[in-house]
């Protein structure tokens, strides 16, 4: 018999598949089992770089599908500023596989979290599971709580309609309520919303098992609401802004990222309606030599994202992977991080608010 | 036998065709028992973001025209604070009163009937910051500051313009709140071309009328409002309901009652101090208009 090896492809060889190649063509992936056209409703949900992912969608003009619409004559920047379009619905950022599953659980009606709401000083009510959901709070705690409830009906309709939900997963470092261990999507008080009391919040960072359970119940929440759903599972390329943990912020990042990436792969060996995309190993492959990341060496290039996109797109709707998209030009790193304004980012208003409070 | 003609209110009431069922209004005010006569007039689609430029400091050309027309306004100037000669004769000839006159705009309505509401339409409604007995509809909401927000992109060059008038002397100027909307749906649709629920529309005219109220009264001047006369359980009560958008003559009398109510007691805050001593000296048989004589002989 001859050795199993030689009848593999030449993707499942480093020489072949990363080494002889290219930046530009190196595509670490193979052909997937799910694809979509414009006339499928794509949502999404996910950490800071899932944003990427909904705006190509719609530059595209794929069917981005959106539940909790802005009202019309509103201005963009005024949809922006409140949330509307970044996901499919105003739930904001979601960086935990916990943080996914109590949305589902809270939309599904298992869970009602017992400190949700903040009143600032000024008697403005903030959302603290979507604290920049309305850029100086709601008026009053009767419109946040019907808000919420409008919010989470569409959340309902949103995995109930949808035929494809992308999930990009971010982070496993999180903060908990004491009282019902609620997770925040940011450290209460800490750049946003909130006040930060030791007494009422706790730093916990999710191990695989927990990951990858509270993926799997979410995942299972979902399809019970909606059969025929399918799911792509993405890892954020995107190192941590910072880490609650007694050790380096790299060491950090790696374990986090390595859970991630764990969590998701479980994720597709168990379910016949889970992919994989694999964003992280797109932007993140020792060909690249950090490329696609900028002088901060945590910010993606917009040239990373287009290689990202440009292969998402040509996995999952045939579009074709040759396009000439400015991934063909990777450049030298740029002399700062380039800022993207349209994205919205809690973490890096964290870490911004962090810098900005620190004593001179 | 010779005619006492009783001296007249004038009330000047300037706007869109809400100031309509105004037109050729006089009645006996019931505090004096002296006539009040309305003069209106209907400037056709004027809004609260048009009726005054703050870039340019310009009013309405309309709005001025009237002024002038009614005499109130000669020369770019209050005529009631002209020290002119010629001004002070004509305002001594028609029995102009010698203090600010009493004016009522009748702005705003359109632009919730048109562009506030179309934020809404029949797919959301919205959480007022105000205490309100109409209902959340099972709907989309609307973020209060965004509706926050459309207002006050209509309502800031409209109070600039009141605030202009108030430092060019008219400080008896009121502004009509917008009158409760119509029950009518199907007369609602015919207008706009799509639905908004009654009570979503209500709310509309009751946010705007929060926050006109607000910059009213902080310029000093007062808003006329009468809604707990106009509508039954936080409705418009349809007796009130003329054409699915104004109200009837009725309506309007309600309203300028409560202005005349106001008027007659805050007179005494409005005293224009250099006319009465104007006609103070002409009633000493003095003329006031000849240059003093020099003492120094």
């Not at chain 2, 009522?104 to 029949?122: C, N, S």
Request: contains cysteine.
């Amino acid at each position: 018999m001859s050795c199993p090896y030689h009848t593999l492809p030449a993707s499942s060889f480093w020489r072949q598949a990363v080494a002889d190649r290219t930046t530009s063509d190196l595509d670490p992936h193979l052909p997937s089992g799910l694809q979509f056209g414009p006339e499928q409703r794509i949502a999404s949900a996910g950490s800071c770089f899932a944003q990427h992912i909904s705006r190509a969608l719609k530059e595209r003009g794929f069917n981005y599908y959106v539940t909790e619409t802005a009202p019309s004559y509103v201005t963009p920047e005024q949809e922006e500023r409140f949330g509307y379009g970044v996901f499919s619905a105003r739930y904001g950022n979601i960086y935990t596989t916990l943080q996914l599953l109590q949305l589902m659980q809270r939309a599904f009606g298992g869970f009602q979290p017992a400190d949700q709401f903040w009143t600032d000083g000024d008697g403005r009510v903030f959302d603290l599971l979507r604290p920049r959901i309305t850029p100086k709070g709601f008026a009053s705690s009767f419109e946040a709580e019907a808000d919420l409830k409008q919010h989470l009906k569409a959340v309902r309709q949103l995995i109930e309609t949808t035929d494809v939900f992308i999930f990009t997963l971010g982070l496993t470092e999180c903060w908990v309520s004491k009282l019902d261990g609620t997770v925040y999507p940011t450290c209460p008080g800490c750049g946003s919303a909130g006040e930060f009391d030791e007494t009422k919040y706790a730093f916990h960072n999710l191990s695989v098992t927990e990951t990858t359970g509270y993926l799997a119940e979410a995942i299972n929440l979902m399809t019970a609401a909606n059969p025929r759903l399918q799911i792509i599972l993405t890892v954020s390329p995107v190192p941590l802004a910072a880490t609650m943990e007694p050790r380096h912020v790299l060491q950090a990042t790696t374990y986090s990222k390595s859970v991630l990436r764990v969590a998701a792969e479980e994720m597709v060996r168990r379910y016949a309606n889970v992919h994989y995309f694999a964003s992280y190993e797109v932007i993140t492959n020792p060909k690249n030599a950090g490329a696609f990341f900028a002088e901060d060496a945590r910010s993606v290039t917009p040239e990373g994202v287009a290689r990202a996109m440009q292969l998402f797109f040509a996995h999952f709707t045939g579009a074709s992977a040759d396009a000439a998209v400015p991934s063909a030009r990777v450049p030298k790193r740029p002399a700062a991080p380039v800022e993207d304004p349209k994205i919205v980012c809690d973490e890096d208003e964290f870490y911004r608010a962090l810098a900005a409070s620190r004593p001179k | 036998m010779d005619t006492e003609f009783e001296t007249v209110l004038p009330v000047y009431i300037v706007g869109d065709s809400h100031s309509l069922p105004y037109k050729n209004m006089v009645f006996r005010e019931k505090w004096t028992g002296a006539f009040v006569m309305a003069h209106t007039k209907y400037i056709p689609g004027i809004t609260a973001k048009d009726f005054y430029n703050p870039a340019t400091g310009e009013f309405h050309p309309d709005f001025i025209a009237f002024l002038e027309y009614e005499g109130l306004v000669r020369n770019g100037r209050a005529t009631h604070l002209s020290m002119d000669e010629v001004d002070f004769s004509i305002a001594k000839a028609v029995g102009q009163a010698v203090r600010p006159p009493l004016i009522m705009l009748t702005i705003g309505e359109i632009d919730v009937r048109g562009p506030i509401m179309q934020l809404l339409k029949d797919s959301h409604d919205f959480v007022p910051p105000f205490p309100t007995t109409l209902p959340v509809l099972d709907k989309p909401l609307v973020p209060w500051d965004l509706i926050d927000e459309a207002i006050e992109a209509r309502l800031r060059p409209f109070a600039a313009g009141l605030e202009h008038l108030v430092r060019a002397g008219f400080k008896r100027v009121y502004v009509q709140s917008i009158v409760p909307p119509s029950r009518q749906e199907a007369r609602v649709k015919e207008l706009q071309s799509y639905e908004c629920p009654v009570t979503v529309r209500t709310k509309l005219v009751q946010a705007y009328n929060w926050k006109l109220g607000a910059k009213v009264r902080s310029l000093n001047l007062v808003m006329v409002d009468r809604w707990n006369d106009l509508t039954a359980d936080g409705l418009l009560r349809p007796e009130f309901d003329f054409d699915g958008v104004h109200v009837p003559p009725k309506g309007a009398r309600l309203l300028l009652e409560g202005l005349i109510d106001d008027a007659i007691d805050s007179r005494g805050l409005v005293a224009n101090h250099p006319r009465y001593e104007l006609y103070y000296q002409m009633a000493c048989g003095l003329n006031p208009f000849q240059a003093a004589k020099s003492n120094a002989t």
